[in-house]
């Protein structure tokens, strides 16, 4: 568990997530799903149930390339950043980094934060060589941060997101150490 002072002053508690978070997870997942369109999901799209969630977060925290941090704010949670990694011989070296912030604590440091997290918990995992992430083409503010911490654009996957009548191209990011 780590502490974290975020711009305007809150006081944010960094830590891995247990099975007892995942009805609070799903909350979470289906109010930031109607704030944003850079998700996969919208609002109320999340659609696991506590207990399938709950066995979900046993097997992340069982697996040593697997991760998923919760930022909160007393109980409640404002962001959630996971490297999730196959357990495959051949991929395991490889994990894909998801992380959402709810609306009203974007532009306070906790995206960096949280990501710089996951990083520096990847390298020394003795596993994890490569993080790659995908984010929509459009989500220059998100793209930014990624290039700030060292990720590099290795491709795009062309008008593979349909959202209110517009199709969207992902942008394929990658980190190796």
Avoid: C
């Amino acid at each position: 568990m780590k502490d974290f002072l975020m711009k305007d002053g809150n006081k944010v508690l960094i830590r891995e997530a247990v099975p007892a978070d995942a009805q609070n997870i799903i909350d979470f997942y289906n109010v930031v799903g109607g704030e944003t369109d850079f998700l996969s999901f919208g609002g109320n799209e999340f659609t696991r149930n506590a207990g399938e969630y709950e066995t979900y977060i046993e097997n992340v925290a069982a697996e040593e390339n697997s991760i998923m941090l919760l930022a909160t704010i007393g109980d409640a949670i404002i962001s959630i950043a996971t490297i999730n990694s196959s357990q495959k011989a051949r991929t395991k070296h490889d994990g894909m980094l998801e992380i959402v912030i709810s609306q009203t604590h974007t532009g306070m440091g906790l995206g960096e934060r949280m990501m710089t997290e996951l990083i520096e918990w990847a390298k020394h995992n003795r596993i994890t060589r490569r993080i790659s992430l995908v984010t929509r083409e459009d989500n220059h503010r998100a793209i930014a941060l990624y290039k700030k911490l060292g990720f590099e654009v290795e491709g795009l996957i062309r008008n593979d997101t349909y959202f209110n009548g517009v199709y969207y191209s992902t942008v394929v990011m990658g980190l190796l150490f």
